[in-house]
Every structure is written in structure tokens, then in C-alpha cells.
Nanobody
Framework: EVQLVESGGGLVQPGGSLTLSCAVS????????MTWVRQAPGKGLEWVSK???????YYAITVKGRFAISRDAAKNTLYLQMNGLKTEDTAVYYC???????????????????WGQGTQVTVSS
């Protein structure tokens, strides 16, 4: 059974750090490209970062230099290390299996097993 479960969200002050995890079951996390997507209140899905099967990494310009995507094959887990958090980073963060790009995201979070349920990140003083 395929399942993606995010964790690690929470409330953090501006300038703080969080590490999000996405525990994968049902397939090997290194088998596919994996993508992080976020959704701020009242807004659509926003592409954040992805890691391809060759381990190439890509970031939205809004997070480049502050966020780092990685994965651990032994733990079958995808990560998003977030540093220098800003209030505009407040959103629900989703992990998804797939080679998504900023321009081919769905209009809303799909209700399937290849997307997680999301974890809330709130950046506020």
C-alpha cells in the first residue's frame, strides 16, 4: 500500500528553522522524483522543491538558498530542511511522488496515495 506521511511542521519565529519529513511506504523513495509543494491560506498550490532520480535538486526562487531537499533510502524518507523562515513561508506543506514543475501542478491537492496529507508550517512572531 502506497502511503506518504508528512511530519515536522509547527509554529516557528521568523528566522527560525524546521525540518519536514515525508515517510514513504509502498515504494522506494529513491525510485521516483519527489516534490514538495505548499499551499498558503486562500491560495493555490505552489511548487517548492524537487529531487530527481539522479539526485539533482531544484528550488523555487522564493526558497533557494534557504531550503534544502534530501532523502534517505535506508529510512525511506524525504526531507525538507527549512532555514531563515519568513512569514510568507506559512503554508501547509505536501510531499508528492512525481516530477512536478511549477507550471504543471494540479489546481488542488489530488486525493490519491501519491500525495501526503500535509503538515502545517506557521511562521509568526
Amino acid at each position: 500500500e502506497v502511503q506518504l506521511v508528512e511530519s515536522g511542521g509547527g509554529l516557528v519565529q521568523p528566522g527560525g528553522s524546521l525540518t519536514l519529513s515525508c515517510a514513504v511506504s509502498g515504494f522506494n523513495v529513491t525510485q521516483y522524483a519527489m516534490t514538495w509543494v505548499r499551499q498558503a491560506p486562500g491560495k493555490g498550490l505552489e511548487w517548492v522543491s524537487k529531487i530527481r532520480t539522479g539526485e539533482s535538486t531544484y528550488y523555487a526562487i522564493t526558497v533557494k538558498g534557504r531550503f534544502a531537499i534530501s532523502r534517505d533510502a535506508a529510512k525511506n524518507t524525504l526531507y525538507l530542511q527549512m532555514n531563515g523562515l519568513k512569514t510568507e513561508d506559512t503554508a501547509v506543506y505536501y510531499c508528492a511522488a512525481g516530477d512536478y514543475r511549477s507550471y504543471d501542478l494540479p489546481s488542488s491537492k489530488p486525493n490519491n496515495d501519491y500525495w501526503g496529507q500535509g503538515t502545517q508550517v506557521t511562521v509568526s512572531s
